[in-house]
């Protein structure tokens, strides 16, 4: 193990390298770019065995990684927001054909208004795309869910693409202290690639015909399996990660605080740092204040989050991505996760476009939820940090 | 037509083994089936396909069927330069000998597929892309593509009361990848047999990025008779539109050149695309083959007498295949 002081892109292309990834396609997009970078420069150093191929688009560069996953090789690249959306397609390609592919995607807004910054209304609209989808909160966390990636998408209890995002700039440029691993104590984790089920002319196999309504609806439901058992397989990596390594992150998602928490908040990414910080001071404060940290987005973790919130008063959803007309993308689907149960829940949406999200930004957040807690009427979805009167 | 006269000559090292079987769902007559077919043929075993959104997926893999005996991957319709790229990495990477071959269409390559083949073709991936080339997107239901030639009646270019027809002539799909330094590009015809396998004999006998464009009669889209196709191809080259060329690093040669130019019109005439078309849009199309004729062959030909004479009296199918045969 090597203490470096890296970005976390630099952490994740060290992942691909010590995972012996033996093809990356690529093309550079903010705030991704630096990931490709780093790894062409291990390749033309001799320090990593695989060959970056500069694909002229990002919907070739995962028809490449596609086409070589099905040959037969450990396959990795990196995207974010225009690259994911032009990806769009093949990423439905991916996951039926069950590919291993592992892909980090730097979380920044996609469309116009346009910006750079980060905000994950990229990648949670493709998560019903087939791909498994984790959200990492620190450089440490983008190094470590990569390497746990391979092992998830490679299980032959799942077999699907995974999809590693981390806010960018947030976390895709600022440099931290990060161990790295040394590849011997990485080989013990990842075996070699599993090469059955792949294209080789002396195993003629057809993958991905055309497939008529009386077998689609078979298959679709396999990778419905596949997923459902991710589940359990996410849960036994990250344990055996932690025997390996002495980090582990909770599998699905990280309990903060939550013993005796009558209230807490359930989100993604960098937002959960200042949300660790707001918790402590409540709790110095005697508020039974707790945070759920949630990695998985899909599989969505529903009865073990239910099992979890059950006994919460209240329950906030931090969203950085907005659904219009109504509750964000991870309230529906907490809220239906919650079905049955009478715990209020509600919604707040917060660092939209790349704006920060201050530790006071998240003590508003955690304040409507306590009042929300104590039987107190309060806006059921309310935007944080917006200027100008909220409607 | 010398070079058809013995058709055998030059044949006897293909396999009598087919890759790609019968028992696949192509029209009778499809260009497709008998082009993809023979390619694979003389690629052999040790070879892997691609093939993108068009007629030869649906007809060749569905499942549960497959009329490949070689591995066959389909995803998607604009991506076979890429795949081809991936697939080809990944057995450079195992140690395995495997010609990685695309088989397109000319939507596939022309239009939506441009991207990916330049991206495949400047990189000089080590893969032999094929673009199967009939001038319209047929799966859909014979669409007009930039290969659907001057004239030709396609579903969204009717033949209307003001508007006959494409308005457009045919892009030189073949000089564009050749423009990417490729160590070979060659067109092909089924007309022209031996020339055909020797193309892809030379293809297959080289590495880097390779390119066969060849014309292939579809019998519902251009509205010909089944038993027709070949005729109709070998009347392509002909008159001038379809012109048999490789250029092999570089250096073009003309592997087939008629003795002399027939008009247009005895190719247009077979063909019920054409039914429509004016005897303006034919001098058009004439001067436009004759400015193309002098351009390949680098002589100046005399315009032949265009005569519009039909020779599809009595079609023994109207070109639907859904009112069958």
């Known amino acids: 193990m090597v203490r470096m002081t890296i970005t976390a892109n630099a952490a994740v292309a060290h992942a691909a390298r010590l995972a012996r990834v033996a093809l990356v396609p690529g093309f550079p997009i903010t705030p991704q770019t630096t990931i490709i970078e780093q ?55 991916a996951a039926p054909s069950r590919l291993p592919i592992v892909m980090v995607n730097a979380n920044r807004s996609v469309g116009a208004a346009s910006g750079i910054w980060t905000e994950h209304n990229d990648s949670l609209p493709v998560r019903e795309a087939g791909w498994l989808q984790a959200y990492v909160e620190d450089g440490q966390e983008a190094l470590d869910a990569t390497l746990q990636a391979f092992r998830i998408a490679e299980d032959a209890r799942v077999r699907l693409p995974v999809m590693v995002c981390m806010d960018g700039f947030i ?40 497939v008529p309504p009386e077998f689609a609806m078979e298959m679709r439901y396999q990778q419905d399996r596949a997923m459902q058992a991710s589940l359990e397989v996410i849960k036994e990596v990250d ?41 402590d001071q409540l709790r110095a404060e005697g508020r039974k204040a707790g945070l759920i940290k949630l990695r998985f987005v899909r599989p969505f973790p529903a009865t073990e989050l239910r099992e979890a919130l059950k006994d919460m008063k209240a329950v906030g959803v931090f969203e950085r991505s907005a659904s219009f007309n109504g509750f964000g993308p991870l309230y529906t689907e907490l809220r239906s996760a919650m079905y049955g149960t009478d715990v209020p829940i509600t919604d707040h949406f917060g660092g939209i476009g790349g704006r920060d999200i201050t530790v006071p930004d998240v003590r508003e957040m955690y304040e409507v939820v306590e009042r929300r807690s104590r039987g107190e009427r309060v806006n059921e979805c309310t935007w944080h940090g917006l200027r100008g009167e909220q409607g | 037509m010398t070079s ?34 023979n390619i694979a043929k003389v690629l052999g075993p040790q070879t892997v396909v691609y093939v993108p959104a068009s007629c030869l997926t649906v007809f060749s893999a569905t499942y549960p069927k497959s009329a490949w005996r070689i591995p066959f991957l389909y995803t998607a319709f604009e991506n076979t330069g890429a795949i081809i790229t991936g697939l080809k990495a990944a057995y450079r990477r195992r140690g395995i000998e495997a010609n990685v071959v695309g088989m397109a269409g ?32 047929m799966n859909t239901g014979i669409q007009r593509s930039s290969a659907t030639p001057f004239g030709a009646w396609t579903t969204t270019t009717p033949a209307g009361l003001e508007i006959q027809g494409n308005r457009r002539f045919k892009k030189d799909l073949a000089a564009i990848v ?140 109207d070109g639907d295949p859904l009112h069958g045969l």
């Open chain 2, 106 to 137: 000319d939507g596939g390559s022309f239009d939506i597929g441009l991207q990916a083949l330049s991206g495949a073709a400047e990189r000089n991936e080590d893969v032999i892309y094929v673009c199967l080339d009939n001038e319209a997107y």
């Open chain 1, 39 to 93: 790894i062409s420069e291990f390749i033309n150093d001799g320090e990593m065995d695989a060959e970056f191929i500069p694909a002229e688009s990002e919907h070739s560069v995962m028809s490449v990684a596609i086409g070589a996953s099905a040959g037969g090789v450990r396959t990795f690249t990196a995207t974010s927001s225009q690259g994911l959306a032009l990806m769009y397609e093949m990423l439905f390609a």
């Open chain 2, 178 to 317: 050749a423009q990417h330094d490729v160590p070979y590009v060659a067109t092909l015809s089924v007309a022209h047999f031996t020339d055909f396998v020797k193309k892809v004999e030379k293809a297959k006998s080289m590495s880097g990025f390779r390119f066969l464009h060849c014309l292939t009669p579809c019998i519902p889209g251009w509205r010909i008779e089944p038993s027709r196709g070949v005729s109709i191809d070998r009347l392509a080259v002909e008159t001038g539109m379809w012109t048999l060329y490789e250029v092999e690093h570089g250096v073009p040669r003309v592997t087939y050149r008629p003795r002399k130019m027939l008009p247009v019109t005895e190719y247009l005439g077979l063909q019920g695309r054409f039914k429509h078309i004016s005897e303006e849009d034919v001098r058009t199309l004439q001067s436009w083959l004759c400015r193309k004729w002098k351009a390949h062959y680098g002589e100046e030909v005399e315009e032949p007498p265009c005569v519009i004479a039909r020779k599809d009296e009595g079609l023994g199918h």
């Open chain 2, 4 to 37: 058809v006269r013995s058709p055998v000559a030059g044949l006897r090292n293909v396999s009598r083994e087919d890759m790609l079987v019968h028992g696949h769902g192509a029209c009778p007559g499809c260009g497709y089936a008998v082009t993809a077919r």
């Open chain 1, 239 to 279: 344990e055996e990660f932690a025997g390996l390594f002495g980090r582990r992150y909770g599998g699905l998602f990280e309990e903060y605080r939550m013993e005796d928490a009558e209230y807490a908040m359930i989100g993604l990414g960098t937002w959960v740092g200042a949300a660790r910080e707001v918790v």
């Open chain 1, 171 to 210: 976390l895709t440029h600022t440099v931290e202290a990060v161990d790295v691993p040394e590849r011997a104590e990485v080989d013990r984790f990842l075996p070699r690639f599993d090469t059955t089920n792949t294209l080789v002319p002396s195993d003629p196999m057809v993958m991905s015909p055309i």
